[in-house]
C-alpha cells in the first residue's frame, strides 16, 4: 500500500490558520461593513508593494518578451488544469449540466488541444464555466462574511477564503500529479497570472496607482464583481437594480 | 391617521411624487427607446474602438459621447454626493465641467483597450425605475463580458446614468473615488476641482 499523500504543505497549512481565525472573528460580528479594515489596509499596502516591486515588471518583460499565441497557449494550460476542480464544484452546486460540460471540455482540449495549450472547446460551444468552492459553499447557503484582503492573495471574503483554501487541497489534478508535472503545472499558473496581470495592465494600474484609495477601489471591484458573478444564475431585474439610479434622481429632482 | 401618515412620509418622497406626477406624466421610457439610444451610444463607442486613434483623439471622443448620451449633470452630483447640495451654481457647474473631464479620461482609456473588439446589444429590460440594456463585450484573447447600460428619462429626455461592468457599478465606483479625492482635500470642493482636472 502506497503511503498517503498529504498535499497540504506548509503555505496552505499557514492560510488554514489564518482562515479559521477570521471565521472565528467574523462569527460574533454584524456583517455588511468592512469589520478588519485596519488590518485589510495593511495587507493592501504589502500587496501593492509585492505589486510594484515584483509582479507589475515581471508581467511587463514577460508581455513583452513572449510572444502573444504562447502567453496565451500558456494561459490556456492553466485553464484547462483547474477545470477537473470546477467539475467536483459544479457537481457539488448540482450543476450537472455544467459539470458534463467541464469534463468534455477538458477530454477535448487534453487531447486534440495538446494538454490544454489550445482551446479547441470554446470556439465549438463549449467556454469555460469557472466556478470555486466558494460559490459551492454560496449556493449550499454560506453568507458572504467579511472582506479580507489575503496576503498574496489579495481581496476576498471570508467565505471565500475557505473556498480558496478547499480548492487548493482537494485540487484533483493536485493529487493525480506529481513532479515534475506539477512544476509545469505551477509554471503554467504564474504565466498566466503574468499574462492577466499584463493584459489588463491599465486597469489595474488605474486602481492601485491612479486612484484616491486604492483599497476603497479594489474592496468594491472585488464585491461587486463577486455577487455579480454568483447572482447569474438567478438575475432578475429587481435585484439589478442596484444600478444605483434610484437616489441619484431623488437627490437631484426631488428636493 | 391620514395626518399621521403623512408625518410619516418624508418631506423628499412627498415632495417627489408631487413632482414626479407633474413633470412626467406619461413620459416613461419604454423598451425601445432604451434600446434605441443604448444602440447609438454603442454605435459611436464601436466606431471610436475601430477607429484606433490617438489616446488625446480618443478621450475626445468620448468626452463628446458622455456629453451627447450621458446625463453628465446627474452623474456627476451623485457622484459627489451630499456635498454637492451645498454648492452654488457656478461651483456645480465648475466640478461638473472638471468631472466630465476626467471621466472621458479615464473610461475613454478602458475602451481604448477595446481595439480590435467590439460591443453588441443583446436585450432590454426594466430596473424599478430605469432601464437596463444589456450588451456584450467582444474583445481579443478574453472571454466575452457583460456591459449594462442603465437609462432614464427622468432628466426630462433618455440618457444613460450608469454602466456596470461585469457587475461593477460605475456610479459606485465613482463615488467612492470622489469620496476620497474629497478627503484628501480636507472637504475643499475648489481644490478637489483642481484635482480631478489632473486626475483620470
Not at chain 1, 498517503?4 to 479559521?20: C, D, G, I, N, Y
Not at chain 1, 482537494?170 to 512544476?183: D, F, H, M, R, W
Not at chain 2, 457599478?169 to 480636507?186: K, S, W
Request: net charge negative; glycine share 10%; hydrophobic share 40%.
Amino acid at each position: 500500500m502506497a503511503p498517503p499523500k498529504f498535499p497540504l504543505r506548509l503555505t496552505q497549512a499557514f492560510s488554514l490558520v489564518l482562515v479559521a481565525g477570521l471565521l472565528a472573528g467574523c462569527a460574533a460580528g454584524p456583517s455588511g461593513e468592512d469589520r478588519f479594515e485596519t488590518p485589510n489596509r495593511a495587507v493592501h499596502g504589502f500587496n501593492k508593494g509585492l505589486d510594484t516591486v515584483i509582479l507589475r515588471p515581471a508581467s511587463q518583460a514577460y508581455g513583452t518578451v513572449v510572444p502573444d499565441v504562447v502567453r496565451q497557449g500558456v494561459s490556456n494550460v492553466a485553464s484547462n488544469v483547474s477545470l477537473p476542480g470546477d467539475v467536483v464544484n459544479h457537481t457539488l452546486q448540482g450543476e450537472f449540466r455544467s459539470a458534463a460540460n467541464m469534463t468534455g471540455r477538458f477530454l477535448v482540449n487534453s487531447t486534440f488541444g495538446v494538454l490544454g495549450l489550445f482551446d479547441i472547446a470554446g470556439p465549438a460551444g463549449v467556454p469555460e464555466d469557472d466556478t470555486d468552492f466558494g460559490e459551492t459553499l454560496h449556493v449550499w447557503g454560506a453568507g458572504e462574511g467579511a472582506y479580507v484582503e489575503l496576503p498574496l492573495l489579495g481581496p476576498s471574503t471570508s467565505r471565500d477564503a475557505v473556498g480558496t483554501v478547499v480548492d487548493t487541497i482537494l485540487n484533483p489534478i493536485g493529487a493525480v500529479i506529481e513532479t515534475p508535472e506539477s512544476t509545469y503545472v505551477a509554471a503554467s499558473r504564474t504565466g498566466s497570472l503574468l499574462d492577466g496581470r499584463y493584459r489588463f495592465t491599465n486597469t489595474i494600474d488605474s486602481v492601485l496607482y491612479d486612484s484616491a484609495d486604492s483599497y476603497a477601489q479594489s474592496r468594491l471591484v472585488y464585491l461587486q464583481n463577486r455577487r455579480f458573478e454568483l447572482g447569474d444564475d438567478t438575475t432578475t431585474p429587481a435585484a439589478s437594480s442596484g444600478a444605483g439610479g434610484d437616489d441619484l434622481y431623488d437627490d437631484l429632482y426631488f428636493e | 391617521m391620514t395626518i399621521f401618515t403623512l408625518n410619516n412620509l418624508s418631506r423628499r418622497a412627498v415632495l417627489g411624487g408631487l413632482i414626479s406626477l407633474a413633470a412626467w406624466p406619461a413620459a416613461a421610457i419604454t423598451d425601445r427607446q432604451a434600446r434605441t439610444l443604448v444602440g447609438r451610444l454603442v454605435d459611436d463607442i464601436n466606431t471610436v474602438i475601430a477607429a484606433n486613434k490617438s489616446e488625446a483623439a480618443t478621450i475626445k471622443e468620448f468626452e463628446g459621447i458622455f456629453a451627447r448620451y450621458g446625463d453628465v449633470p446627474a452623474i456627476a452630483r451623485s457622484a459627489l454626493g451630499p456635498t454637492a447640495r451645498g454648492l452654488s451654481g457656478s461651483e456645480l457647474d465648475a466640478y461638473t465641467a472638471a468631472f466630465r473631464g476626467y471621466m472621458s479620461r479615464k473610461y475613454g482609456k478602458r475602451f481604448r483597450e477595446f481595439s480590435g473588439g467590439r460591443i453588441e446589444v443583446t436585450s432590454a429590460r426594466p430596473a424599478g425605475r430605469f432601464y437596463e440594456v444589456l450588451s456584450t463585450a467582444y474583445l481579443r484573447g478574453s472571454n466575452p463580458f457583460e456591459l449594462t447600460f442603465v437609462v432614464s428619462d427622468r432628466g426630462g429626455e433618455d440618457r444613460f446614468i450608469n454602466l456596470l461592468i461585469e457587475g461593477v457599478n460605475m456610479l459606485a465606483t465613482e463615488r467612492v473615488e470622489i469620496t476620497a479625492m474629497l478627503d484628501q482635500n480636507g472637504g475643499n470642493v475648489a481644490r478637489l476641482i483642481q484635482m480631478l482636472e489632473r486626475a483620470g
